[in-house]
């Protein structure tokens, strides 16, 4: 076999057990509904419900939405304030779905970006959240989408984590959290919570580890050429005091 | 100075000179226009123009515009056949201009995708792209985006590389590409051509690094959290026959 024939099996030759060290970090993730194929039986789509707001992040949103659009059946929604939305980079997005309604999904995406400074004192956007949260299966925050929970007080008593380069400001939004300074994401069960950006993707790779089994993710990462830190525990922007 | 002072200062550290081996794929680098600060003059904004087409992929577009949107002064508009156009992954973006209209700017952005499987065949796109590509100062293809340039010819004689999942098709478009089976982008004076998907990021740091200095690619990199892959020649996903 040589190197290309190698990578293009790639899902074959990790497809014989799940890494250990993977999901060191996920003490509960047996609670996750499985999205394991079971035989013949056609798998249901995975819902994906996205949040986007003015001043979103634009890698926090895209990065992990490139590796799930890649699983074998998905669906993913876009729900915003308004039907255009900007990114802070400047290009625009399209809402497939508008706030106050709620949509049940299996997961719940949730950026950060700069917009996020205003949106921690959003009371309209907060409520949605918390009524969102309830028909979310699972929901993953990236960056400093971690402030947003944290402010509607979904995150009390969660281990979680955020961007490191705003680290002091989202931990002082809720000291009921249980902040972790050094990790490149969190998995609590229901909420996985990334570090800053690109940390997302990593983060995203881990879900569908958990969810359709390492294979799958391992396939996606090479689909993408892509070199996941798949260790939650290496998290090269550590706040260290 | 602490692990996070030494991340914050990133920028500072690593100012102190360019990296020979970053530069090392890029003998015609200095025919391309600088924007590094010159004294106490106003920095012109790098204008971006970035391609979008239906079923274009996600990250190939929003990774690099991620990187470049973090300059201190960046213009990103996206042109497209339409007015709203629908990435491979779903999410919907708005073009800001539409062909067949050529746009003066600095950087000229294709990305690849499942769309290009059609695109190749499209005469109006091939005639805009040859259009468009005489009032760009550079041109940055990622992943696919590569097949464009080539099958308008545009890559005749020039060393450039592309998705290495899509090799066969991509290089059998045009035999006058100098196609490379291995390296993480390709840096040929006017083209830049990156492998597949996450490569364009590794290659946007690149050019920000060639154009604005290494220090401005490694603060962004530090803002994102990225761990970017700065070596041309270290390709994970190299095809070796």
């Keep these: 076999m040589n190197r290309r024939e190698f990578i293009l099996a790639g899902g074959a030759v990790f497809a014989a057990g799940l890494s250990p060290k993977l999901f060191a970090a996920s003490p509960t993730s047996n609670q996750i509904q499985q999205h394991l194929p079971s035989g013949d039986q056609p798998q249901a789509p995975l819902k994906v419900l996205a949040l986007v707001f003015d001043d979103y992040e634009t890698l926090d949103l895209h990065g992990p939405l490139e590796m799930l ?3 074998p059946s998905v669906e993913i929604t876009l729900i915003g304030p308004q039907s255009i939305v900007r990114s802070y980079q400047g290009p625009r997005v399209v809402a497939d779905r508008q706030l106050d309604e709620v949509v049940e999904c299996d997961l719940l995406l949730v950026p950060g970006g700069m917009g996020t400074r205003k949106l921690v004192d959003d009371t309209r956007l907060l409520d949605w959240l918390r009524r969102q949260v309830k028909v979310s299966n699972k929901v993953f925050s990236v960056c400093t989408g971690a402030a947003l929970l944290a402010k509607a007080d979904l995150l009390d008593g969660v281990s979680a ?4 380069m705003a680290y002091t400001w989202v931990t002082g939004l809720n000291d009921k959290v249980i902040w972790q300074p050094s990790a490149r994401w969190v998995d609590d069960g229901r909420f996985l919570t990334s570090s800053g950006v690109s940390a997302g993707i990593d983060a995203a790779l881990f879900y569908i580890a958990q969810t359709y089994g390492e294979a799958q993710a391992r396939k996606i990462e090479t689909l993408t050429e892509y070199q996941w ?13």
Tied chains: 1, 2.
Excluded at 229 to 241: C, F
């Design 69 to 71: 659009g890649h699983l």
């Design 161 to 164: 984590t955020t961007n490191k």
């Design 229 to 241: 830190n798949s260790d939650a525990d290496k998290d090269p922007y550590a706040v260290i005091s």
